[in-house]
């Protein structure tokens, strides 16, 4: 539920207006060396200095001063696993090695609804701790699953994007369903959540492999019927996992073309990996509004290959960046960035800090479509914000003793930092971590 109360939170407030252009481009963000946001009703009532905010607050209104830290809009997530949790971390070769061998195990465990609403409190926790305020998850194949997902995001007043996994082969028969019941379960769910309070529903089919076309068909009914939806899956991870995709979809122009051919691609749509992208695909992508969501740490972990940011981009693909726990190795938007950050220095691609930032707020939210609401500190968007720390160990004290501009501490941050670093996290203006 969102915090009722009026406050003020002071301190050095940045957020972004366009995805900067370079280092000099003070246009793309603004920012203020003694900010205050004014939240009421868990929303941003007034953004500005400080001294203009105060004024004209009133006498009652709590001031929570976070000064000398920075307050940004909270970090977004774009493509996570919630049955997961208990994933991350383990050992494997590569993707379909790891699916088969720790993935769809931990998943089966999901048919349980206070094992589900057990880890959902456990992975909320940890979003919460790293400075996440939202978050797309792919939850299990078990409707209960969802039911755990969007309840404890419920109890906690964060906008949340989420839904049941759909698989109906080569998976265990304990986790597969049929297209029927997918479609069945998925419109059941949908309608429960969908809408309801700060809750998205998301079409979820895992990827072509674990879907006949005849889930895949389901899918696109489910998004034809509910156009206002997303749908998540994944994209030209793992060159096996490619080569076996052409396999069941011998049809098929390339590995999109089986999402094309079902009507599965638009500006709601988020692929994750899109690694190993062909000319062609490059293009679809571009003419749907299809999002590539970059997940570095787990491209990194398995194995998989090196996300061509600016081949993306140049193609006009819409990107994102997530953390991808489990096959992702942290949950901490931070450390996502400076492995990111890693992966395009390999190729030449330079990611300043600020693009950093912007990426992890208002590009991510844009890639969501979701900007009028989250992403921003702008007046009448929803109070998630998070509070940063530059200082918040020894190493990043040391370093920003000599640190002397807002790039610097921001890249200390990204390179540095973790859940230490995260002072507070507020979602609907409400105080979730201390």
């Given at each position: 539920m969102?915090d009722?109360?009026q406050?003020i ?10 995805a900067?252009?370079?280092p000099?481009d ?5 920012y ?12 941003i009532a007034?953004?500005g200095?400080?001294a203009?905010v ?14 000398p830290h920075?307050i940004?809009?909270g970090?977004i ?7 997961q949790?208990?994933v991350?971390a383990?050992w494997?070769d ?25 880890i959902?409190?456990?992975?909320f926790?940890?979003?919460v701790?790293?400075g996440?305020?939202?978050a797309s ?6 409707p ?19 839904g ?25 769910l949908?309608e429960?959540w ?12 895992r990827?072509?492999?674990?879907s006949?076309p005849?889930?895949?068909e ?9 156009p206002d ?6 994209i030209?991870?793992n ?5 076996y ?27 994750g ?6 000319d062609?695909?490059?293009g679809?992508?571009r003419?749907t509004?299809s ?5 570095p ?5 398995l194995?998989?290959?090196?996300f061509n940011?600016a081949g ?6 819409r990107?994102a ?10 949950y901490s ?5 400076d492995?990111?950050?890693k992966?395009?220095q ?10 950093c ?14 900007q ?6 702008e007046?009448?968007?929803d ?16 370093r ?11 890249f200390?941050?990204q ?8 002072v ?11």
């Open positions: 969102a009722k109360t406050k939170l002071r301190g050095r407030l940045l957020s972004f207006s366009a900067p252009k370079g000099d003070t246009q793309a963000y603004s203020i060396e003694d900010g205050a946001l004014l939240v009421r009703g868990g929303k007034a953004c200095k400080f203009d105060a004024s004209s607050a009133g006498e009652e209104t709590t001031i929570i001063d976070h000064r920075l940004l809009p970090f997530d774009t493509h996570i696993h919630f049955p949790a208990q991350i383990s494997a590569q993707l379909l090695d790891w699916l088969n061998d720790y993935t769809f195990p931990a998943e089966m465990k999901f048919a349980d609804k206070a094992h589900a609403d057990r959902a409190g456990a992975f926790d940890a979003l701790a790293h996440t305020t939202t998850a792919y939850c299990s194949s078990h209960a699953s969802v039911d755990a997902y969007f309840e404890e995001a419920e109890r906690r007043g964060m906008l949340m994007l989420g049941k996994t759909m698989m109906d082969r080569n998976a265990p028969a304990d986790l597969c369903d049929t297209a029927q019941s997918a479609f069945d379960d998925s419109k059941a949908l429960k969908h809408g309801r309070g700060r809750a998205h529903y998301v079409i979820t089919p990827f072509a492999i674990t006949t005849g889930q895949l389901a899918a696109g009914s489910l998004l034809q019927e509910y939806c997303h749908l998540q899956t994944h030209n991870e060159h096996n996992e490619i080569a995709t052409l396999e069941l979809y011998p049809e098929a122009a390339d590995y999109l073309g089986v999402y094309e051919g079902f009507g599965l691609l638009g500006r709601k749509t988020l692929l990996h899109c690694i190993h992208m062909n062609r695909e490059l679809v992508m003419e509004g999002v590539a969501v970059f997940c740490t787990s491209n990194l972990f194995g998989s290959g090196l940011k993306l981009e140049q193609a006009g693909v990107t960046i997530a953390t991808d726990v489990g096959g992702g190795t942290n938007m931070l450390r996502t960035l492995e990111g950050y992966v395009l390999l190729q030449r691609q330079r990611l300043h800090p600020l693009d930032f912007h990426w992890i707020t208002l590009g991510n939210a844009k890639a969501l479509s979701l009028d609401r989250i992403g921003t500190l007046p009448g968007t109070a998630d914000l998070v509070v940063l720390n530059a200082r918040a160990t020894q190493p990043m004290a040391l920003m003793e000599t640190a002397e501009t807002l790039s610097e501490e921001l200390v941050l390179t540095l930092g973790d859940d230490r670093a995260v507070e996290t507020y979602a609907a203006g409400k105080a979730l971590k201390s």
